[in-house]
């Protein structure tokens, strides 16, 4: 049974940087993709960032050019830098994996999921 235990979670000043951190166990997670998804207050949860088995990335155009995700597979942990935080990527942020391999937009298509760090970021 594989386990994602996030952390880094916090409150943060508009214009501010986070690193969140996605610890992975049971499962040598390099074989597959890796997601964040963030929730917030009154609003479904969306598709943020991923990085595929093979290294590939794809963003939500909200955070492009300020998010980025990096894995060390030697650690089985993914991480989630976030920098020039807006007031509007206040969320409890999620990861995911997908045993496939490739990222996905669906949080349907995701086999495990991690119980959630509040990022709080005040203007």
């Known amino acids: 049974q594989v386990q994602l235990v996030e952390s880094g979670g916090g409150l943060v000043q508009a214009g501010g940087s986070l690193r969140l951190s996605c610890a992975a166990s049971?499962?040598?997670?390099?074989?597959?993709?890796m997601a964040w998804f963030r929730q917030a207050p009154g609003k479904q949860r969306e598709f943020v960032i991923g990085i595929s088995s093979s290294g590939a990335t794809n963003y939500a155009d909200s955070v492009k050019g300020r998010f980025t995700i990096s894995r060390d597979s030697a650690k089985n942990t993914v991480y989630l830098q976030m920098n020039s935080l807006k007031p509007e990527d206040t969320a409890v942020y999620y990861c995911a994996m997908s045993t496939s391999g490739s990222i996905y937009y669906s949080e349907t298509l995701y086999n495990y999921w991690g119980q959630g760090t509040q990022v709080t970021v005040s203007s």
């Open positions: 049971g499962r040598t997670f390099s074989r597959y993709a």
